[in-house]
Nanobody
């Protein structure tokens, strides 16, 4: 059983930056792919980015490419999401999750078995 705890969310003005962190404990962290999802009010949870054990990554949303960067520190059981040039449409609850798989590119939330409680990101215009 892996426990995931997100932190770093908050209120920021458009154009600002935030760095989200995800701390993992209680299980195997480094082997499996990890991802960030987000869910805005009234919308489905959507994949943002993922990272595998060696630091490879994918970003599905064109809207975040070039602005968001996912990273992980396997030695510390930590994952991060650096978010720059934030926009009001980035407002959502952000979740970290551990995949059932080793590889990247699992975009469906059902491919993930462990989830954090989420951290709210609000971007004001």
């Amino acid at each position: 059983q892996v426990q995931l705890v997100e932190s770093g969310g908050g209120l920021v003005q458009a154009g600002g930056s935030l760095r989200l962190s995800c701390a993992a404990s209680g299980g195997t962290f480094s082997t499996y792919a990890m991802a960030w999802f987000r869910q805005a009010p009234g919308k489905e949870r959507e994949f943002v980015a993922d990272s595998n054990w060696s630091g490879g990554s994918t970003y599905r949303l064109d809207s975040v490419k070039g602005r968001f960067t996912i990273s992980r520190d396997n030695a510390k059981n930590m994952m991060y999401l650096q978010m720059n040039s934030l926009k009001p449409e980035d407002t959502a609850v952000y979740y970290c999750a551990q995949s059932r798989y080793l590889g990247l590119g699992k975009y469906d939330w059902t491919d993930y078995r462990y989830w954090g409680q989420g951290t709210q990101v609000t971007v004001s215009s």
